[in-house]
């Protein structure tokens, strides 16, 4: 939330935080890339983000916008709503979908330790993935590790260990969207 700077308001010092007007600008201009951000998230994506629905349909809003200079406004327009949303909440949504962030790096290895633990472990680690994940179809689950094994004992190219990868990805962006709920 942004704070303004106390004018000639009668105000004692200590309920005032004051602020640059640049500090202001600065808040705006990163709100503002927020909502740039958001317009620019997969709908399965945006439906992941917290915030309200005024502000879901302004973000939608945004992909029908062709008008460079409205587009410009519109991020604007964008950056005031946030002022109003929980936009640490928001950000942090975001992050989990932005490649460059640590919060994505983080979880993607996770996944990739997962798969790796999965081919070459026994069945206490596909026990354990499932105790994890207990919306996994296990039969599923058995087929995609025997197909990626058997793929790494003949040495050929590791297709059948992409799609275990984009299993494991399902179920947990799944886990996610029931803990949300």
Request: hydrophobic share 35%.
């Amino acid at each position: 939330m942004i704070k303004r700077k106390a004018g000639h308001e009668q105000l004692e010092h200590d309920d005032i935080e004051e602020i640059s007007k640049s500090e202001i600008k600065r808040q705006m201009h990163a709100l503002q890339e927020l909502g740039k951000q958001l317009s620019e998230l997969r709908p399965d994506q945006l439906a992941k983000v917290p915030m309200s629905e005024h502000m879901r349909r302004a973000v939608e809003e945004s992909r029908r916008i062709s008008s460079h200079i409205a587009l410009k406004r519109h991020m604007q327009y964008l950056g005031k709503l946030l002022r109003t949303e929980d936009s640490e909440a928001i950000q942090a949504a975001v992050d989990l979908f932005d490649a460059s962030t640590q919060a994505h790096n983080q979880r993607f290895h996770a996944l990739e330790n997962w798969r790796e633990r999965l081919i070459t472990g026994d069945n206490n680690t596909v026990q354990s993935f499932i105790e994890t994940y207990p919306e996994c179809d296990i039969q599923h689950l058995r087929q995609l590790i025997r197909n990626a094994q058997r793929e790494r004992e003949q040495q050929k190219p590791p297709a059948h260990a992409r799609k275990l990868f984009r299993y494991l990805r399902e179920m947990d962006e799944l886990e996610d969207d029931t803990l949300e709920s």
